[in-house]
Structure formats: structure tokens, C-alpha cells
T-cell receptor
Framework: DVKVTQSSRYLVKRTGEKVFLECVQDMDHENMFWYRQDPGLGLRLIYFSYDVKMKEKGDIPEGYSVSREKKERFSLILESASTNQTSMYLC?????????????FGPGTRLTVL | GQNIDQPTEMTATEGAIVQINCTYQTSGFNGLFWYQQHAGEAPTFLSYNVLDGLEEKGRFSSFLSRSKGYSYLLLKELQMKDSASYLCAVNAPTGANNLFFGTGTRLTVIP
């Protein structure tokens, strides 16, 4: 079974703090994704990566950056957290490109920015 | 832009059949996914359709009509544990190679 893990289930940070969300997958998947999920808006893609050190912007990259130094690990960084970044953050991975591969999701990190 | 529509909420009775619809308008189409998401948990894969027709998998079936931009997820013999959100997602090859998700349909199964 594919396993995608995220470093925290719940996180509370203050406005202006730098926040790191970590995601690790154990199935040697090429692609990794970061989404945020908000009520009434569904899942929206922030960034994705199709290889080590490669990244692409998704639909809502503003205020976020990512890092992929190793194939199994994909980090989402909030350089200066703001209250409008309070959300559920979901990491996902898929085997290879083409977009037809199933994405497997981690359990999510519920981030609250005060 | 990409537009994925599905009802916000549905209620059905244990043992019954329910159909959750999804319509989409996207620039290109590489397939449609259905995911199940229980409250506070990660979405889990249910089905994938890329060709027209019905795909059956146990109590769950998914149908696709590409010409109509339409899909549905059919759940038979509903159980209480089927209470969850059901997410429709379309892969539209915009260059970003990603999935576009609907807002999800929250299904409540009542006794």
C-alpha cells in the first residue's frame, strides 16, 4: 500500500511566522502535490513537483514556496504566515506523469494562523 | 477556466441506491476520478473513467459521458459508513498536469 505521511495533523502558528509542512511518500513516486482544502472551494493545487528539485506552480502559489531535495520528500513553506492561510493542507503523490495516475493523499495538516 | 459542478449535499437511506452527479467544462480531458473523503481524513481513490461507459466495482459504479461532460457515481446497498464527501476530479492537461476538483458532495446516510 502507498503511504503518504505528513509531519503534523494540527498546527497553530502566529501571523508572520515561517511555517514548514513536510510530506513523505514511501512508494518511489515521481510526482508530489500540495493542495489546500477550504469549505465551499474544494481542493486547490498550490504547487507540484515531477522530479527532484523540479517544481511547478499550481492554481494558488502566492504566499507559498516548495522544496524537493529528495524524491520521497516534498515540503511546503509559508514564508510569512497570514490568517488567510488558515486551511487544511493535503499532500499527494502519484507514480508518474500524464495526470492519469491515481493520486494518493496524506492525512492532511490543519493549520490555524492566529 | 475549468469548471467542475456537483451537488453540495445529499441524504439517502441505508440500503438504498444513490447517484451523485458531476458535470464538467474543462480545456481538454484526460480522465475523471472519484474520491471518497470521510470527515477529517484524507481523500481515498474510488474510481477512474477515461472512456465512455460504466465502470463497476463492487457496490460502487462510475459512469462517464465525454460528449456531455458528465459523470455520476452510483452507490448501491448504502451503509452508514458510506456517509462521507465524494469528490469529482478531472484531469485536464493544461500544462500543469494536475487534477481539478469539484467542491465535493457531502452524503449523509440515515437509518
Amino acid at each position: 500500500d502507498v503511504k503518504v505521511t505528513q509531519s503534523s495533523r494540527y498546527l497553530v502558528k502566529r501571523t508572520g511566522e515561517k511555517v514548514f509542512l513536510e510530506c513523505v511518500q514511501d512508494m518511489d513516486h515521481e510526482n508530489m502535490f500540495w493542495y489546500r482544502q477550504d469549505p465551499g472551494l474544494g481542493l486547490r493545487l498550490i504547487y507540484f513537483s515531477y522530479d527532484v528539485k523540479m517544481k511547478e506552480k499550481g492554481d494558488i502559489p502566492e504566499g507559498y514556496s516548495v522544496s524537493r531535495e529528495k524524491k520521497e520528500r516534498f515540503s511546503l513553506i509559508l514564508e510569512s504566515a497570514s490568517t488567510n492561510q488558515t486551511s487544511m493542507y493535503l499532500c499527494a503523490s502519484s507514480l508518474e506523469g500524464g495526470g492519469t495516475d491515481t493520486q494518493y493523499f496524506g492525512p492532511g495538516t490543519r493549520l490555524t494562523v492566529l | 477556466g475549468q469548471n467542475i459542478d456537483q451537488p453540495t449535499e445529499m441524504t439517502a437511506t441505508e440500503g438504498a441506491i444513490v447517484q451523485i452527479n458531476c458535470t464538467y467544462q474543462t480545456s481538454g480531458f484526460n480522465g475523471l476520478f472519484w474520491y471518497q473523503q470521510h470527515a477529517g481524513e484524507a481523500p481515498t481513490f474510488l474510481s477512474y473513467n477515461v472512456l465512455d461507459g460504466l465502470e463497476e466495482k463492487g457496490r460502487f459504479s462510475s459512469f462517464l459521458s465525454r460528449s456531455k461532460g458528465y459523470s455520476y457515481l452510483l452507490l448501491k446497498e448504502l451503509q452508514m459508513k458510506d456517509s462521507a464527501s465524494y469528490l469529482c476530479a478531472v484531469n485536464a492537461p493544461t500544462g500543469a498536469n494536475n487534477l481539478f476538483f469539484g467542491t465535493g458532495t457531502r452524503l449523509t446516510v440515515i437509518p
